[in-house]
Structures are given as structure tokens and as C-alpha cells.
């Protein structure tokens, strides 16, 4: 299975899901024009990974931003890791932020509220 690579803009996040190895990660900003159709080639390739998940699968999420028709997008990708789980036990997803921002924690604190997958909120580290 191929794997899903694209590169980040300003209005966009980098997307880099690995099926080799299942780790995944969403990282940037998120607020395209349209995110259903900047997320539905995602989905797609999510619906074939679960048919053939590796026995881990972990995704990153380190957004800076995001708006709220991102936030069903990422619903919907959680969802797609909540049926792998179903199959397959070992889905973590770990939710990223920055020291002062509350917004991002109260968004993982949300996400871990709605999805039934292990989410693990993180501080991210200070870059030197």
C-alpha cells in the first residue's frame, strides 16, 4: 500500500500517513477552503489502510490552528481510527500543544470526550 504524503501550506497541514511503519501525523494549520475536499483523498486512503492496518498504528496531531469545518474532518478521521480499533487494539493518537495554548488542550480534552481511541495530550517541546 502506498503511503499518503502532503505537503504542508499556510492554509493547509502537512499530512504524512505511513502504512509501512502506521504512524501518521497531521501537523500545521488547518483552515483550506474546503476541508472536505481537501480531507477526502485522506479518508479514502484511511478506509483502505483499516482493510490491511499494521498491528500498531499511532497518529500525531501537532496543529497550530484549526477552523471548525477542520475539526469535523478530524472527527471523521478519528471515527476511521475508532472502526480500526475495533479490529485491532493498539490505535493511539496523540494530541499536541503549545504550553499557553488552552484552546488546543481543550480541543484534545474534547476529542478524548467524543472518540473512543486512547488520545494522549502532549506538550510540545520548546524548539531551541
Known sequence: MENFFLEGTNKTPQLDFNSNEGRFLIAGRSIPENS????????????????????????????????????????????????????????????????DDEDMQESGEDFQEIIDVKIVLNQMEEED
Open 36 to 99: 472536505i475536499e481537501f480531507y477526502k483523498p485522506l479518508f479514502e486512503w484511511l478506509d483502505n489502510y483499516v482493510s490491511q492496518a499494521k498491528s500498531n498504528t499511532i497518529l500525531d496531531v501537532k496543529l497550530e490552528y484549526f477552523n471548525t469545518s477542520s475539526s469535523k474532518c478530524l472527527v471523521e478521521i478519528f471515527r476511521k481510527l475508532e472502526a480500526l480499533q475495533q479490529k485491532n487494539d493498539n490505535v493511539l493518537i496523540n494530541w499536541f500543544f503549545e504550553e
